[in-house]
């Protein structure tokens, strides 16, 4: 069975950096987009980067353009989200996801979540 084992949450305050890691098991990892989306308590569920199979077309959505970064290491099966200037609206479980397009429909794989969190 396909897994998604993130790590890399935490507390932290606003202005501060986080690194966010996701490692694939069982996942022709290089055949796949892989992204993030995030969920904030009693809000649905949102995305927020993604990456190809090759690590060249990125998206972001707007809220965190200029902040984060997605990457990719393919030897590894490893994503990132580099989180910098983190904000208290950053405040969320973030899922690691695999799929196509880019994760502009809904992935195929999901991870099992990482809280971040971010004070004021």
């Known amino acids: 069975q396909v897994q998604l084992v993130e790590s890399g949450g935490g507390l932290v305050q606003a202005g501060d950096s986080l690194r966010l890691s996701c490692t694939a098991s069982?996942?022709?990892?290089?055949?796949?987009?892989m992204g993030w989306f995030r969920q904030a308590p009693g809000k649905e569920r949102e995305f927020v980067a993604s990456?190809?199979?090759?690590?060249?077309?990125?998206l972001y959505t707007d809220s965190v353009k200029g902040r984060f970064t997605i990457s990719r290491d393919n030897a590894k099966k490893t994503v990132y989200l580099q989180m910098n200037s983190l904000k208290p609206e950053d405040t969320a479980i973030y899922y690691c996801a695999a799929g196509d397009t880019l994760l502009t429909t809904p992935p195929h794989y999901w991870g099992q979540g990482t809280q971040v969190t971010v004070s004021s």
């Open positions: 990456v190809s199979y090759s690590g060249r077309n990125k």
């Open positions: 069982r996942l022709t990892f290089s055949r796949y987009a």
